[in-house]
C-alpha cells in the first residue's frame, strides 16, 4: 500500500513556516534597527566602486554612441570595413578609447583654465579683504549720514557680533582646534578613499560600455523570467521612459548651465565687474540645480561684489535677474524642452522635498526623479478611470459638480445649498448625490428621530 501526501496539508505547512518566519523577520527588523543599518552601510562601502562604475558608464554612454555611430561606423562603411564579430569588438574598443580620450581632454582643459583663475581670484579677496570691509564700512557711514539713528542702531549691531565673534573664536573655536585638526584630517583620508572609489569605478566602467548591449540583455532576459509577458513588457517600457527623462533632463540641464556660464562671464566682463571667471563658475554651476540655483549662486556673488562696489553689485544683481529671466522663457525651453512634464509648482515641490532629504543632489536629480513617480500615479490614475469608462482629461472635470449615469453636471455656486451635498434643484439636474458629512449628521437625524417615536409610542 503506497502512502500519499494530502497537497493541502503541504499547502498549511509552507503556509505557517512563512507566517512564522514572517514575524521572526519583522520582529528582528523592529528591535534591530541599528544592525541593519550598519550592515547596509557597510554594504553600501564595499560596493561604492561598482556603483561608481555604472554611473560613470550610465553618464559616458552617449558620448560612446555618438563617437561609435557617427564617427568610427561611418569610417568602417567609407572604406567597407565588414561587421564583423571581431570587428564590432575592435570599433567598441576603439570607441572607448576615443570617448576615453575626449573626456579626459575636456576635464583638462576646463581645470586648466579655471582653476588658475580661480586660485588668483581667491588669493586677490584674501589679501584685499581688510580694504573690502573698510570700503563697505565706508559706504555704509555714507549711506545713513542722513539717518543718525539708523546708523547708530547699525553700528551698535555690527559692534555686537563681532564681540561675539571674538568669543567665539577665543572661547569656542581655539579650545577645540585639535578635534577640528582631526576632522580635517578624517575628511582629507574620506576624499582620498572617494578618489580612489573613483579610479576604480571608471576603470569598471570601462569593462561596462564594453558589454552593455550585453548587460542590457541579461537585465531583459532576467525580466522575462521573473514576469508575466505583459508585466515584463510594461516594467522594459518604464525603464526606458525613466532613461529618457533623466538623461533628457540632466544632459540638457548641463548645456543649459554651460551657456548661462559663458554669457555670464562676457556679460559681467564688459559690464568690468571684478572676478568675472570666479563668479561665471559659482553662476554656472549652482544654476544645475532647478529654480533655485540662479539665486543660490547671485547670493555669495553679489555679497563678494558688494564689497568691492555696492553700485556695481546693483549692475551685477540687475543683470543676473535679465538673465534668468532669458534662461526661464527663452534658453531653458529651447534645450530642455518639456523632458519631465512638470509643472513650476511641482518643480518647487521636488526640489524642496529632495533637497530637504538629500541636500544639493537631491536638489539636482530630485525633478527627474520625482517626474518619473509624477508618471506613473498619472498612468495609475488614467487606467482607472478608462475602467470606469470616464474621460482622463483634466479639463473635463474643471467644473464638474457631479456625475450621474456617466453625464457630468456642472457645478452652480448660486444654486448650491449652504450644506454640502443637500437637495436642492439646480439648472440642469437635481443632485442625488450625497457628501460623507451630510450622510453622517442625516443618519444621526434619522436615528435621532427614530428614538422619539419610539418614546413616544411607548
Same mark, same amino acid.
Given at each position: ?42 554594504? /553600501?562601502? $564595499? &560596493?561604492?566602486? *561598482?556603483?561608481?562604475? #555604472?554611473?560613470? +558608464?550610465?553618464?559616458? !554612454?552617449? @558620448? ?31 570607441? /572607448?578609447? $576615443? &570617448?576615453?580620450? *575626449?573626456?579626459?581632454? #575636456?576635464?583638462? +582643459?576646463?581645470?586648466? !583654465?579655471? @582653476? ?33 539713528? $539708523? ?308
Amino acid at each position: 500500500m503506497k502512502f500519499r501526501i494530502d497537497k493541502k496539508y503541504i499547502h498549511w505547512g509552507v503556509t505557517a513556516f512563512l507566517v512564522i518566519a514572517t514575524s521572526i523577520l519583522f520582529y528582528y527588523l523592529l528591535f534591530h534597527k541599528e544592525s541593519i543599518s550598519s550592515g547596509f552601510h557597510t554594504f /553600501i562601502t $564595499i &560596493t561604492m566602486p *561598482i556603483l561608481d562604475g #555604472l554611473l560613470l +558608464s550610465y553618464l559616458l !554612454t552617449p @558620448i560612446l554612441n555618438g563617437v561609435e555611430k557617427r564617427l568610427i561606423s561611418l569610417f568602417c562603411v567609407k572604406f567597407h570595413v565588414e561587421f564583423t564579430s571581431r570587428n564590432k569588438k575592435r570599433i567598441r574598443m576603439l570607441s /572607448i578609447l $576615443i &570617448t576615453v580620450i *575626449i573626456v579626459t581632454f #575636456l576635464i583638462y +582643459s576646463f581645470f586648466a !583654465t579655471i @582653476i588658475p583663475q580661480l586660485i588668483r581670484s581667491i588669493q586677490s579677496i584674501i589679501l584685499q579683504f581688510p580694504v573690502y570691509i573698510s570700503n563697505l564700512t565706508v559706504w555704509v557711514q555714507r549711506l545713513l549720514a542722513d539717518n543718525p539713528d $539708523i546708523e547708530d542702531a547699525v553700528i551698535e549691531m555690527m559692534d555686537r557680533y563681532s564681540v561675539e565673534l571674538n568669543n567665539f573664536l577665543n572661547l569656542n573655536l581655539l579650545p577645540k582646534m585639535n578635534e577640528v585638526i582631526r576632522d580635517v584630517s578624517l575628511s582629507f583620508l574620506g576624499f582620498l578613499k572617494t578618489l580612489w572609489n573613483l579610479i576604480l569605478g571608471f576603470i569598471i566602467s570601462i569593462y561596462i560600455l564594453g558589454s552593455k548591449e550585453l548587460f542590457a540583455g541579461q537585465a531583459k532576459k532576467i525580466v522575462y523570467a521573473l514576469f508575466e509577458t505583459d508585466a515584463a513588457n510594461a516594467i522594459i517600457s518604464d525603464v526606458r521612459f525613466t532613461h529618457r527623462t533623466f538623461s533628457g533632463f540632466m544632459v540638457g540641464k548641463v548645456i543649459d548651465s554651460i551657456i548661462i556660464g559663458i554669457i555670464c562671464f562676457f556679460g559681467i566682463s564688459m559690464m568690468d565687474i571684478p572676478y568675472a571667471i570666479l563668479i561665471s563658475v559659482i553662476v554656472g554651476i549652482t544654476n544645475i540645480i532647478p529654480f533655485f540655483g540662479p539665486y543660490l549662486g547671485a547670493i555669495p556673488s553679489a555679497l563678494l561684489i558688494l564689497m568691492v562696489n555696492p553700485l556695481q553689485c546693483l549692475y551685477f544683481i540687475i543683470f543676473i535677474l535679465v538673465l534668468q529671466q532669458f534662461d526661464g522663457n527663452v534658453l531653458g525651453p529651447k534645450i530642455l524642452g518639456n523632458s519631465t512634464g512638470l509643472s513650476s509648482f511641482w518643480v518647487i515641490f521636488s526640489i524642496t522635498l529632495f533637497g530637504g532629504l538629500f541636500g544639493i543632489l537631491g536638489m539636482i536629480a530630485g525633478v527627474p526623479i520625482f517626474a518619473v513617480i509624477y508618471a506613473g500615479i498619472k498612468a495609475f490614475i488614467n487606467q482607472m478611470l478608462l475602467q470606469k469608462k470616464l474621460p482622463t482629461d483634466t479639463s473635463e472635470y474643471l467644473d464638474v459638480g457631479s456625475i450621474e449615469k456617466g453625464e457630468f453636471i456642472p457645478y452652480e455656486a448660486k444654486n448650491a445649498a449652504a450644506f454640502p451635498g443637500s437637495d436642492t434643484n439646480s439648472g440642469h439636474k437635481q443632485e442625488k448625490s450625497k457628501s460623507i458629512i451630510h450622510q453622517f449628521f442625516r443618519s444621526d437625524k434619522e436615528e435621532t428621530n427614530s428614538d422619539d417615536k419610539q418614546n413616544n409610542t411607548k
